[in-house]
């Protein structure tokens, strides 16, 4: 199923968003798949996931770093096993 998906989302900006709408991705897993698209063999995938990366990444960590500790976030690491599925 998701090789078909990847033959049909072309590289955009807009990739990202539409991959957290359409698996319903948490935040963290949204930075996780980033993470692995850094790896496509198409260049064009390359560098947009590194933009992405590149700007949620520092989102997501800060959003820890200032979360009031007894606050925790839907979709945090809290919630999210060492597999991120």
Known sequence: ????LFQTLKPSPTLFPQLRKLLKLTPVQ???FG??????TNPE???????????KLPELIASYVDADN?????????ETTPEVY
């Open 30 to 32: 949204e930075v996780v």
């Open 45 to 55: 995938l390359q560098k947009i996931s590194s933009q992405f990366v590149s700007q």
């Open 35 to 40: 993470l692995a698209l850094q790896h496509s």
């Open 70 to 78: 007894s606050r925790q976030q839907e979709g945090g690491l809290h």
């Open 1 to 4: 199923m998701y090789y078909c």
